[in-house]
């Protein structure tokens, strides 16, 4: 697979002052990309791209809070970005997930208008199931292609017991951006208040979890995904540290026959 990209959240680093050895890091494993979040965008936009092109390193979205999105605006159309992405809400009923539905449409727009694509990144809560479909497919249904989109972890939609083939066929052209995950087993629904002390059992090795990634990144290339980013949120049992996990996932994931 070439062009493989790298969500920040993975160096399980908070400090904003580790941007720049991170970036490093990510770029001497192999990665062609970023994706930013948190303590990335505490940067000086400027300095952050200065950062990213000297080390040759491309840069897709970033992650926000619901809240902070339009005031980044500016940040992200100085870094270039096309996407600008929520990277959880909490969602425990069919109430919330209209109500955010409705807040997607309308920051969508704005973004929009500011030549950004807002994105969506789900946990395993989005696959409830209300009036017959998942709160992830009613996020889409209800709102505007041209305004918002999904960014789907494909290994929490795995955990969710939902096949990520099936949801990015049925989705084509919604699906712009997949976070690349490793899930070994099934745990179902779950509010995402659950979801970090589940995380070091059931994320693993690459290669090691529920997708066949064989299958699913064609499928999801085929139905417009425009970029595939490693997101890690443990540290394996058998690591030396993190490091070696980011780059055995790089190795991994860009031996795949993907172009």
Known sequence: MKNLYLQMFSFD????????????AAAGIGYSGVE????????????LKAALDGCGLGVVSLHADTGRILSLIPFAKALGLSYIGIGAEDL?????????????????RECRENGLL???HNHTQEFRQANGKSFEQYLLDETDPACVAMELDSGW?????????DFVKRNPGRVPLVHIKECSEIIGVRPTHEIPPLVPKVNCLAGKGLIDWTAFLPAARENGCRCFIVERETTYPGAADRLQCLREDWEYYSALPLE
């Not at 680093?13 to 490093?24: A, G, I």
């Not at 425990?92 to 539905?101: H, K, M, R, T, V």
């Not at 939609?157 to 083939?165: E, K, L, R, Y």
């Open 13 to 24: 680093d908070r400090d904003p002052l580790s941007t720049v050895k991170n970036l490093k």
């Open 118 to 120: 807002l994105t969506y």
């Open 157 to 165: 939609c795995a955990a969710a017991g939902v096949d990520p083939i």
């Open 92 to 108: 425990p009923d069919f109430e919330s997930a209209a109500a955010f539905a409705k807040r997607l449409g309308e920051i969508g």
């Open 36 to 47: 930013l979040y948190g303590p990335n965008l505490k940067m000086d936009p400027i300095e």
